[in-house]
């Protein structure tokens, strides 16, 4: 399955919704839209998981480059409603002691920035 990720401003914050998997073949296109996000000034990104199927170290790398990303511009990187198997994942690597990770949008965007 591919990747389809759709990019929404919502009060200053970009939302990544993605849909599909995560992996060797589309984790580029992950990366390309955190960090035009990024670019464009964004103070928080942030990644909606909850319709993610499969991530594989590939795509987890990402998130850890986003994450650094984001800190080099000041700005705040997040994963949001992450599966249950994202969140193992996650959890397992360690991952959850380096990434901001949300239940929902709402959560995240409650947060100052």
Known sequence: M????????????ALITA?????A???DSLSTAVTGALEDGSPRVLV????VTFIDSTGLGVLVKAHRGAGEKGAIFGVVHPTPQTLKLIRVLG????LNIYDSPEQ????PS
């Open 2 to 13: 591919l990747l389809r990720l759709d990019v929404e401003d919502r009060d200053g914050t």
């Open 19 to 23: 849909t599909g998997e995560i992996d």
């Open 25 to 27: 073949a589309t984790a």
């Open 48 to 51: 909606d998981f909850a319709q």
């Open 95 to 98: 991952l959850d002691l380096l």
């Open 108 to 111: 995240a965007l409650a947060e």
